[in-house]
């Protein structure tokens, strides 16, 4: 259910995995979703109304990747009906919205899972088996930056409509990295403080964030990323008692892309890599699959989990606000 941008990453990834058939494309542009079926070569019936693609297919799972705004309404009507369910982050514009399908999970017991494809990249994977297998110490701090061109040519307009909630920057990159530093942490933020800036000219939402927030285990993480036109970085310091891991997922004049450590008496060697080539949609789609044909039991990404990643959204928009941190409740 929706074939824009994102189905173009996520269809190959599930495609790959060779135990999906695609039974039935639905887009609200019926003719967006015929040019998708034909460029995939998929002989499949196209839809413009999700009821209708439910009652003609009978899928025994949908994935769903419209605008965040239209989560809610068809993931419910999915779950009452028994269709388990793959959602592109983030799981909701609000999290009122996120609670709500967390207990339609719930109530109805389908299996569930949210797209967070940031966690299967290779680089994230390595570093957090380095973590697990090594003595690093304590952790002290983590420092999440991204700087990235948010406002490139072709984004489709509901990103940048201010009437329309969740297409701002903080919720499209917030979710993702504040996935990866729960990823590579392990802990949970018991409170936080947020600042947003929308400085793009002639536009209104948002465009830039900067959040600082302390995690239960006493480290205190620093979350940033700028959406304007600036050499793409993506980069990820874990400073421990005992060494700094870094994280590049760019390459720069600077940096290359990779897993590193240094220590006292080390400079940074590069950790050998994990899963070299592979892409993250298609490790990701491996794990959804796996548990979408119940050969696990745990969802690689919780709904509920999910939703708690919507308030954080939620709570960095709070704090802006008012100009005071937030505690996270447990």
């Known amino acids: 259910m929706g074939t824009g941008l994102i189905a173009h990453s996520n269809y190959p990834a599930l495609h790959s995995t060779g135990e999906v058939e695609i039974v039935g494309l639905c887009n609200r542009t019926l003719s967006k979703g015929e040019a998708f079926r034909d460029q995939y070569g998929l002989r499949c019936p196209v839809f413009?109304?999700?009821?209708?693609?439910?009652?003609?297919?009978?899928?025994?799972?949908?994935?769903?990747?419209?605008?965040?705004?239209?989560?809610?309404?068809?993931f419910c009507y999915f779950a009452r009906r028994g269709v388990d369910i793959l959602m592109e982050k983030p799981l909701a514009e609000s999290a009122e919205s996120a609670r709500r399908m967390a207990e339609v999970v719930r109530e109805t017991g389908v299996r569930a899972t949210v797209c967070q494809t940031q966690r299967y990249n290779p680089h994230f994977i390595t570093a957090r088996q380095f973590i697990?297998?090594?003595?690093?110490?304590?952790?002290?701090?983590?420092?999440?930056?991204?700087?990235?061109?948010?406002?490139?040519?072709?984004?489709?307009?509901?990103?940048?409509?201010?009437?329309?909630?969740?297409?701002?920057?903080?919720?499209?990159?917030?979710?993702?990295?504040l996935d990866r530093v729960h990823f590579l942490t392990g802990g949970r933020v018991q409170s936080?403080?947020?600042?947003?800036?929308?400085e793009k000219e002639g536009i209104q939402t948002d465009s830039s964030f900067h959040v600082m927030a302390v995690m239960d285990g006493g480290a205190v993480a620093q979350v940033t990323c700028t959406g304007y036109t600036n050499p793409f970085t993506s980069m990820v310091d874990l400073r421990f008692t005992k060494g700094?891991?870094?994280?590049?997922?760019?390459?720069?004049?600077?940096?290359?892309?990779?897993?590193?450590?240094?220590?006292?008496?080390?400079?940074?060697?590069?950790?050998?890599?994990?899963?070299?080539?592979?892409?993250?949609?298609?490790?990701?789609?491996?794990?959804?699959?796996?548990?979408?044909?119940?050969?696990?039991?745990?969802?690689?990404?919780?709904?509920?989990?999910?939703?708690?990643?919507?308030?954080?959204?939620?709570?960095?928009?709070?704090?802006?606000?008012?100009?005071?941190?937030v505690r996270i409740p447990k």
């Open 244 to 325: 700094l891991l870094r994280i590049s997922l760019t390459d720069t004049a600077l940096w290359k892309q990779g897993v590193w450590f240094g220590g006292t008496e080390q400079d940074f060697t590069q950790v050998e890599p994990l899963y070299p080539g592979v892409s993250s949609y298609d490790l990701q789609m491996r794990d959804a699959v796996d548990y979408l044909a119940g050969r696990r039991d745990t969802p690689p990404v919780p709904v509920d989990y999910a939703a708690y990643l919507v308030e954080l959204v939620e709570a960095v928009k709070t704090s802006h606000r008012t100009g005071a941190s």
């Open 132 to 177: 697990d297998t090594h003595d690093l110490g304590k952790l002290v701090s983590v420092s999440d930056v991204i700087t990235y061109h948010y406002f490139w040519e072709g984004r489709p307009a509901w990103f940048l409509d201010p009437k329309r909630a969740g297409g701002g920057i903080v919720m499209n990159y917030g979710v993702h990295q």
């Open 192 to 198: 936080l403080f947020g600042h947003i800036e929308c």
């Open 48 to 74: 413009s109304d999700y009821r209708e693609m439910y009652e003609a297919t009978g899928p025994q799972a949908v994935l769903i990747e419209t605008p965040h705004d239209v989560h809610e309404e068809p």
